[in-house]
């Protein structure tokens, strides 16, 4: 730690000097201006900025605005993320309250393979040592969402070959702003949400609160608790020195608290009962009760030392805690996985009829794991940005960042009874005696991003190097006091190089092309010797503007050396976290997206927009192997990765004017496999392909009042979203929510 901090110390101690001294001699031309402006707006918490800089990056970049999140009134992010080309995602609970998420093919489960990020920094509860988001941001409480993939991401890590997502919270206004809205719907559905907020010249605040909650849509088998809630709390201060001065410094201070209540589970249906009830829930459970609290600190300093020079730094500290009470196995003869039972329960008869609850079992016949888990996630990380040139205008970015993670599982399991069909509590399990371990990981890492613009033509080389100590002390099932006298340790250490580029030329106002190649890589785990996955990315694609049809073309082609696979519970597998060496993959695709306003240069006042988004995904393991692991199994060359449907299209049409509106969202996501394989699909081992309509429409009363209403589901589609963590899922049902806001 001493090192880390000397290191930042002496980097930027120096560069802060050097710079400086060069750029009073350097004379700023408009461009470099143009540079500052946008660096300014950024104040250290965007990785893109805003839409024009995403329409101008040498790789593939998305930037959505608060309009366009709150277009449809969406809660759930895998709804908001459907219609991203390149995004690849499956729903869970209906809710979005655990996505699962991928970019550009990479593993989606529990968007493990992906940089999370909010406000700039990494938001996953150890994204490191325990990368599983259990934890997502609220989409609902963010005035933007920024998605970077291919060389635009080499900024940014651990998780660099689909790409990171970074959540943006409100900002601080410049006047004295307010916003209260409530929302109602079926199921019980609703939200909440206040925010304020003021500055002048010296201080700013913003405060925002929003509760989030449903009954829920699933139905317990002899009636029972299907819902959820969840709140976030969250203040923004800020301090700033005067516009005049020599050296413009910032000092903002973010507190984040969030909690979450959610009788959610992992236990899904057979297929003969999805066909015949696909909202049903099992009485075996009853019992699952998922409790989260997250609280977050983020202090960001921006220092802007002249026109072309500026160093900005943030400070986090995330903690976490959960504890998912839920179903975990059923113990007869012998012990069966639900997993096991769903998939064929012909072959579990009697474990099949003691998930149903409808008779007496016997003692301790259900397992309930308590899965209580701590995370910390904490660190350090600051960027320079220097700016010089006239006809050449160069940027070099230099950036470190010092990181700590930790996983810390203490975990039991009490045994159930079934007596007048429900559960009873026979045996009480001993904390600590189920898993009994502690994974962390320590990080430091740097990034060098040169920036070289020459007429139309931009080119972005730039290198990252992680350097990593991972750890697992594992105290063992019998040792709940961890007194350690038998604990096992292990600790992988490497050191990873990162090189990119990427280059765009634009050819007029009109059109422009891009491409460029990056190193992916993802950490490994504790195992000792365990390599970090690699691959070699490349993407090649066009951006125009023809008569107000904007569009973005990009194809891209994923050469993985060796896709490392995680066993976790979520996908059926013991929850281990180990890592295996799932070898040589080729991951390949197109994205597409269009948009058009069919009115556009005519009525100032009314607008007809449309969208059009279309990603295809072709995937295929070069390599066989065998894994006991279900998201995998028993791997062939030529087999497709499971859970990535190879054909996702949605279309956006909306009339609007200047008082109303009506916006239509359709999407259609092709079957995907659940199971590795090639060929024809296996019903038993595949999700069918859908069609998901929803609606969405306003109308302002009168200025600051505004009426709102969204339809999910608008047709009623009943379709499995996923067979895990176990046996089938439904997808959210119709449901109509009203929302009335206003705004000052």
């Not at 491409?515 to 951006?543: C, D, M, W």
């Amino acid at each position: 730690m001493r090192f880390t901090v000397q290191f930042f110390i002496f980097c930027f101690g120096w560069t802060t000097i050097t710079v400086a001294q060069k750029n009073a001699v350097v004379q700023d031309s408009v461009a470099a201006k143009s540079q500052q402006l946008s660096e300014v707006l950024l104040l250290g918490n965007t990785i893109v900025g805003n839409k024009f800089l995403s329409r101008h990056k040498t790789g593939s970049a998305v930037y959505l605005t608060q309009e366009e999140l709150q277009k449809y009134g969406f809660t759930d992010i895998t709804r908001t993320l459907q219609s991203t080309p390149g995004v690849n995602s499956y729903e869970e609970d209906g809710f979005g309250l655990r996505p699962n998420i991928s970019l550009r093919g990479t593993s989606p489960e529990r968007s493990a393979k992906i940089n999370l990020m909010e406000d700039g920094v990494l938001i996953a509860p150890a994204p490191y040592s325990a990368p599983a988001a259990y934890y997502f941001p609220t989409i609902a409480r963010m005035q933007g969402l920024e998605i970077v993939k291919g060389s635009s991401q080499i900024q940014y890590g651990p998780n660099t070959t689909g790409g990171a997502i970074n959540l943006i919270t409100p900002s601080i206004p410049r006047i004295f702003k307010g916003a209260l809205s409530a929302t109602r719907g079926q199921y019980g559905s609703g939200n909440h949400q206040l925010l304020v907020g003021d500055s002048n010249q010296r201080f700013g605040y913003v405060v925002n609160y929003l509760n989030y909650f449903s009954d829920g849509f699933k139905v317990m088998d002899g009636g029972g608790d299907t819902g959820f809630e969840r709140s976030d709390y969250m203040i923004k201060l800020q301090a700033k020195s005067q516009p005049s001065a020599s050296i413009y410094q910032s000092l903002t201070a973010k507190v984040h608290y969030y909690e979450e209540q959610a009788n959610e589970t992992y236990l899904g249906l057979t297929e003969r009962d999805f066909d015949q009830s696909p909202f049903r829930r099992y009485r075996s459970s009853q019992k699952d009760l998922m409790s989260a609290f997250q609280n977050q600190l983020q202090l960001t300093h921006v220092a802007q030392f002249s026109p072309t020079f500026s160093i900005t730094t943030n400070a986090y500290h995330n903690n976490f805690r959960r504890n998912w009470y839920k179903l975990d196995e059923v113990t007869l003869a012998e012990k069966a996985s639900l997993n096991a039972i769903l998939m064929a329960p012909e072959e579990y008869p009697l474990a099949y009829q003691t998930l149903l609850g409808q008779q007496d079992t016997a003692p301790d016949v259900l397992g309930v794991k308590a899965n209580n888990r701590r995370y910390l996630s904490k660190g350090i990380q600051s960027a320079a940005r220097w700016t010089w040139g006239q006809k050449w205008l160069h940027t070099i970015e230099l950036g470190v960042r010092y990181h700590f993670d930790q996983e810390d599982r203490f975990q039991w399991v009490d045994r159930y009874a079934f007596i007048d069909n429900e559960m009873v509590m026979t045996t009480a399990g001993h904390r600590g005696t189920d898993a009994n371990r502690i994974n962390s990981a320590q990080a430091l890492s740097h990034h060098i991003l040169y920036t070289a613009k020459f007429g139309g033509l931009t080119l972005t080389p730039g290198l990252r190097m992680e350097q990593m100590n991972l750890k697992r002390l594992d105290y063992g099932k019998l040792d709940p006091d961890r007194v350690g006298n038998d604990a096992s340790r292990r600790n992988n250490r490497l050191t990873v190089w990162i090189p990119g580029i990427g280059a765009n030329y634009r050819f007029n106002n009109m059109i422009q092309a891009f491409g460029g190649v990056h190193k992916g890589f993802a950490p490994p785990s504790t195992t000792p010797g365990q390599k970090a996955e690699s691959s070699i990315n490349y993407e090649l694609g066009t951006r125009f503007d023809f008569d107000g049809l904007q569009g973005e073309v990009v194809g891209y082609y994923n050469d993985y050396q060796n896709l490392l696979g995680s066993d976790l519970s979520a996908t059926g597998g013991t929850g281990s976290l180990d890592q295996y060496n799932a070898g040589a993959v080729r991951v390949s695709g197109i994205e597409l997206g269009l948009n058009y306003d069919v009115l556009q240069g005519q009525e100032n006042d009314v607008h007809w927009p449309l969208a059009l988004t279309y990603t295809l995904t072709d995937s295929e393991f070069l390599t066989s192997f065998d894994s006991s692991e279900s998201i995998y199994g028993i791997v062939r060359r030529g087999d497709v990765i499971p859970y990535i449907p190879k054909n996702q299209l949605a279309l956006a049409f909306g009339y609007e004017r200047l008082r109303w509106a009506i916006n239509l969202n359709v999407r259609h996501r092709s079957g995907f496999r659940t199971l590795a394989g090639s060929g024809a699909m296996d019903p038993s081992l595949s999700v069918d392909p859908n069609v998901v309509v929803d609606a969405s429409a306003f109308y302002s009363v009168c200025p600051g009042l505004k009426l709102t209403a969204n339809v999910l589901n608008l047709f009623d589609q009943i379709y499995a979203a996923s067979r895990t963590p176990a046996g089938l899922r439904p997808g959210h049902p119709f449901g109509l929510n009203i929302a009335i806001g206003y705004q000052w």
